[in-house]
Every structure is written in C-alpha cells, then in structure tokens.
C-alpha cells in the first residue's frame, strides 16, 4: 500500500511492559530510506542502548527466549535491528529515533499524546485508509 504512494515502511516491535503485542508499520519516503538505519544507531547511542543485527533470513523466536523483554525493528534495507532489554529502556524509542531530522522531521510527535486528533479527523483518516487498503484486503 505504502509503496504505491512512493514510501517504504519500518516494522518496530516492543514487548517491554505490557501484555500485548505491539507492532508498528511507520511509512517513510523512499529518498531517505539510507538514512533509516542510521537514524536508529544513533538514537541508541544517545540512549546508551546496545542494538544488535540479526541475520535477515532469520526470525524473531530464533534469537529471542519467549518471555524475555526486547525491542526489534525491520528495515526496509532488510537489516533487523534488535535489543534485549534487561533493565532501562525509553518505551518511546521506535518512535524517538523515526521522527527526528534524518527521517520524519517531527520531533513533537515522540509522544503519542501529541498526536491526538479530533474525532471528525480521526474518521476522515480511517475512511481514506480503508479506501487505501481495498486492493489489498482478501476478505
């Protein structure tokens, strides 16, 4: 869907204090998908966390113990970035090292609660997603 539009997409995941799975699928123009990867080491440097590359033909579950805290994200290069987490860890970092000056330029919105919309707006973006989405939905 994304890729019609001339974007990539980031996959991130956290399991980190929750009991749900959350993953997201962030868009982000096709000219700055070089600066993705970067964008996240330097993020983790600031927040003095250890990511680590997985190979790209291998699968969460493979390098993860089930139960153990982690923070993993899919490029669009095909790099997966992970960090077992095992004490601190910014529960907003997909989003902190997405929106800065490399990639989205929106530093308001490492905050979810900054992205609040009207009800009105928020209807008008779900009726142009699902208007997005037709060609690909099987049901």
Not at 29 to 36: A, F, G, L, P, R
Request: glycine share 4%.
């Amino acid at each position: 869907m994304f890729k019609l539009q001339g974007l990539s997409t980031v996959f991130f995941e956290r399991n980190y204090k929750t009991q749900h799975l959350q993953i997201q699928a962030v868009p982000v123009d096709n000219e700055k998908v070089d600066s993705i990867k970067a964008s996240f080491v330097d993020c983790a440097k600031k927040n003095k966390i250890e990511l680590h590359e997985i190979p790209k033909h291998s699968d969460i579950k493979q390098v993860v113990p089930v139960g153990v805290p982690y923070f993993y994200a899919e490029l669009p290069s095909g790099d997966k970035l992970l960090h077992r987490i095992s004490k601190f860890f910014p529960i907003q970092f997909g989003r902190e090292a997405l929106v800065g000056p490399k990639l989205l330029n929106k530093p308001e919105s490492v905050d979810w609660k900054n992205c609040k919309y009207t009800k009105d707006e928020e209807t008008n973006m779900t009726k142009n997603l699902r208007k997005l989405f037709e060609p690909f939905d099987f049901s």
